[in-house]
């Protein structure tokens, strides 16, 4: 198998740093081409936002939800692929307290930083990319990442040490998200129709991998030409966002035009991954999303990712499959897909061989597919040339 992941393929910059300098300019490699800077093509409908959902009644013990909170959840689901929560039972002091730690930490010198620094064999650390493609157009933006499940991967000598607390900090804030996570798949789960514990056990049951990634987004002194963080779909299972309470920035893909999410004070905006889209049979949709920056303020946020346990095959669940709606995906563990993902970096976009797909996968599945699932597919398609075609069967 390719194995180049050890390093970078070039030096590292900070995003940080390149603010902080003072530069009036940005460097040639953050700058988009057109067609991706933020506002290419249509004007933004500035009311639209995601659906917000009240929890209340929903607790670790009870799915007590009204009829009306549930058919919100299902059709931001179907529609959105996104939606906030409120009332969703982790403390406001919490979240407050996490977000202010990464800030702080992101404040810290940068010696204190680079003791973390990470490579693209693990991604856990300080990073400043993603993906390994020399001479990429790289994004606005550093972030910090690391692991709270497995218990086998959660490593605290990876996990910064400072500030004061941080790693007690972000330990009961995972605590936390874990539980919200779990509360969040049994609402899917019957919304869908199947039994409360069903997409958790396609998960792997207590087995689920979980991580966080810390985003910080500096001030941009050309915010139209770049982007904090590309189009992109999260590749894992739910994510749960909790964003900058001052500062907007994430736009989400609505019937082709970019929609900025406007934060609800304590609120988490969860989404809906790749895997779950799949495990859905495409009833749910994952939605690519994008940050943008601004000269004025810096911005941090809190992605946290609810996983399957990276060696189970996920497929669409057998009782969301019928004649009428074949399976849409062939099985793939979550291990398989991203390394896919941290080869070839996050684009939303690749060439493939359409005539492939309907050879593989038949004609009903094609007609089926939309441009987005092609893209989709497309990933799943290079992997398997790549690692030798094998098994699948559609
Ligand atoms: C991500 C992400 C959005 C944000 O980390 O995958 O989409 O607002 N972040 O930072
Ligand atoms: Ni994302």
Redesign the pocket.
Known sequence: MMNNLQDWPEPIIRVQSLSDSGLPMIPDRYVKPLSDRPSSNRPENGEANIPIIDLTGLTDDETELSRSTMDRISSACRDWGFFQVVNHGVSPRLMDQARETWRSFFHLPMEIKQAYANSPKTYEGYGSRLGIEKGAILDWSDYYYLHYLPLTLKDYNKWPGSPDYCREVIDEYGKELVKLGGRIMKVLSIDLGLNESHLQNAFGGENIGACL?V?FYPKCPQPDLTLG?SS?S?PGGL?I?L?DHEVP??QVRKDGQWITVKPARHAFIVNIGDQIQVLSNANYKSVE?R?IVNSGMERV?L?FFYNPKSDIPIKPVQELVSADKPALYPPMTFDEYRLFIRLNGPKDHIEFDPSLVIVILGLDCWLYMTKFDWIKLGFRLIKYENFGFGSFVA
Do not use: F, I, Q, Y
Request: hydrophobic letters at 35%.
């Open positions: 990634r985003n963080l992109h999260d994510t966002l964003p920035g994430l999303h940050v946020s992605a």
